[in-house]
């Protein structure tokens, strides 16, 4: 219950912010073709070289940066106002962001009402709801499946495989739900042994789940 109600201060900020912006989407984010493109078509050697192309990729590159100064100054504001160790949201080429909240939950209540108040609006102009995070990307399920796999052949035989859909928590990897822990948990002998010989595979998991192997999904 804690989590969903601190993570919903900044989401009902942003639904109040939102309906101010008479329900305009926000600006599409390019990906990297786009984005590469843009340069050769400044110089008049892309496959177009017409100036309605160069303006074109100079407002989908506008669109991009703008969105993260959005979401910086949304960070800034949250480190400013109760929660001093919230990181920068990633900003993905396929636009997705990435955002780590678990500063966000340990908040204290206090500074809840704080968040809503002053930086209910920034967080709704750059679309940042810290409890929407995206689908895991394949990089990460890959590493995760690669750890699975090997905690199953050491003894963690209920160690499912996960998918986009499993919960993650960036900087973490993919969590373990009560049917798949052994008796004994996390301090019983089969999952240390497993996690012992799956370490470097589980290192792998954890650093394909940081914000910034995250933000390279597309």
């Not at 100079?58 to 929660?83: K, N, P, T």
């Not at 890959?142 to 052949?153: F, K, L, S, W």
């Not at 595979?201 to 789940?209: G, H, N, T």
Request: proline residues 7%.
């Amino acid at each position: 219950m804690r989590k969903q109600y601190v993570l919903a201060v900044l989401a009902g900020g942003l639904l109040l912010a939102g309906c101010g912006r008479s329900g305009s989407s926000l600006p599409a984010v390019p990906s990297l073709s786009q984005a590469a493109g843009q340069g050769s078509q400044a110089t008049g050697h892309g496959a177009s070289g017409s100036p309605g192309a160069s303006a074109q990729a100079e407002s989908s590159q506008g669109s991009w940066a703008g969105r993260a100064a959005e979401l910086h100054a949304a960070a800034q504001c949250i480190r400013q106002h109760g929660v001093p160790a919230y990181t920068d949201p990633v900003l993905s080429a396929s636009g997705q962001v990435y955002t780590d909240s678990r500063s966000l939950d340990d908040a204290p209540r206090s500074v809840w009402d704080t968040l809503q108040q002053a930086c209910g609006a920034l967080a709704a102009r750059a679309g940042l709801s810290p409890d929407a995070e995206p689908p895991a990307p394949p990089q990460l399920i890959q590493a995760g499946v690669r750890a699975a796999e090997c905690m199953r052949a050491h003894g963690l035989v209920n160690d499912r495989d996960p998918t986009a859909q499993t919960p993650y928590t960036p900087g973490h990897g993919f969590g373990l739900d009560s049917s798949e822990v052994p008796s004994g948990g996390k301090a019983s002998p089969v999952f240390q042994t497993a996690a012992h010989a799956c370490r470097s595979l589980l290192d792998a998991e954890i650093r394909a789940s940081a914000l910034g192997s995250l933000g390279n999904d597309g």
